[in-house]
Nanobody, 119 residues
């Protein structure tokens, strides 16, 4: 079992920035990748970004490319989502996820953290 604990959400004005964190407490993460998804009210969950845990290869969703970046700190077992130039349409619950093997589904999910961008 992999527990994921998110933090860093909140309310921000359009154009502002936030940094989300997702930690794996109490153990060393040894899976394939960690990532971020988001879900806005009335919409399906959307892929935001992912990063491979060993090589650091990143994948960024088309709707956020150029504004959001993903990074990791292996020593802290933590992945970050830096969000810049935020727009009201970025308002959603952001979920951290972990994938243990490359061709597996995203196996583990955090509880989610709310990001609200006001215009």
């Amino acid at each position: 079992q992999v527990q994921l604990v998110e933090s860093g959400g909140g309310l921000v004005l359009a154009g502002g920035s936030l940094r989300l964190s997702c930690a794996v407490p109490g153990r060393t993460f040894s899976g394939y990748a960690m990532g971020w998804f988001r879900q806005a009210p009335g919409k399906e969950r959307e892929f935001v970004a992912s990063i491979s845990w060993r090589g650091g290869t990143t994948d960024i969703g088309d709707t956020v490319k150029g504004r959001l970046t993903i990074s990791k700190d292996n020593a802290k077992n933590t992945v970050y989502l830096q969000m810049n130039s935020l727009k009201p349409e970025d308002t959603a619950v952001y979920y951290c996820a972990a994938k243990l093997r490359e061709n597996w589904n995203w196996n583990y999910w955090g509880q989610g953290t709310q990001v609200t961008v006001s215009s």
